[in-house]
């Protein structure tokens, strides 16, 4: 059962349109991350936020913005779509102590024509 | 800086057969370890962690024990069944820096054949 929210779970869209995708999750933690996840299953780290109003870039070079208004919530945003931002979403959610587990929604799969 | 490499995939195991996925991490400090495991269509969800050295994770029937001399944390299963088909990553926290910032395995694929 899920405590962290992403929608939609599926996206198809053209390029050039700005899309957001939505994370929220109800634990009250004040960690939050974004990861984008390859066909290989591989994962890349691409923002995290220690709390409201703190956002950082994470591993891998994004073209996305985040954004921390409230704890609850960490949307993602493309300004512009392109079809080499095709690609699985993951976001997840922890206390930040180092032996904090990470809970993941269960992602957003973008597919942009 | 901080790092996990994991057992290539994937792998492909009769039904009850043992299985292992071999997890070895770099790490600055004294990281906490984790597997997670994603089925078909979800994100991840945590199937086992260890904390300090000589811990052993359990859940599930899977078991990792924190090895501190061999740097790993190597996931094991006496007798897997179809339903444990699903991608397996291994992952570190390091307390150091970046405390809950973790550091994944590229995800190891399990197939289980009746």
């Known amino acids: 059962e899920a405590d962290i929210y992403q929608t939609p779970r599926y996206l198809v869209i053209g390029t050039g349109k700005k899309i957001t995708l939505e994370c929220s999750q109800t634990m009250g933690h004040d960690k939050m991350y974004w990861y984008q996840q390859d066909p290989g299953m591989e994962l890349h780290l691409i923002h995290y936020?220690?709390?409201?109003?703190?956002?950082e870039k994470g591993d891998l070079s994004s073209e996305s913005t985040v954004s921390r208004i409230r704890t609850e919530h960490f949307p993602l945003t493309l300004e512009s779509a392109r079809p080499s931002h095709t690609s699985q979403y993951l976001c997840?959610?922890?206390?930040?102590?180092?032996?904090?587990?990470?809970?993941f929604g269960n992602g957003t799969r973008l597919t942009v024509t | 800086g901080d790092s996990v490499t994991q057992m290539e995939g994937p792998v492909t195991l009769s039904e009850e057969a043992f299985l292992t996925i071999n997890c070895t991490y770099t790490?600055?400090?004294?990281?906490?370890l984790f597997w997670y495991v994603q089925y078909p269509g979800e994100g991840l969800q945590l199937l086992l962690k260890?904390?300090?050295?000589?811990d052993k994770g359990s859940n599930k029937g899977f078991e990792a024990t924190y090895r501190k001399e061999t740097t790993s944390f190597h996931l094991e299963k006496g007798s897997v069944q179809v339903s444990d088909s699903a991608v397996y990553f291994c992952?570190?926290?390091?307390?150091?820096?970046?405390?809950?910032?973790?550091?994944f395995g590229d995800g190891t694929t399990l197939t289980v054949k009746p």
């Open positions: 790490a600055t400090g004294y990281p906490s």
């Open positions: 936020s220690y709390g409201v109003n703190s956002t």
């Open positions: 260890a904390t300090k050295a000589d």
């Open positions: 992952a570190l926290s390091d307390q150091n820096t970046n405390a809950g910032k973790s550091t």
């Open positions: 997840a959610s922890n206390l930040g102590l180092s032996d904090s587990p990470l809970h």
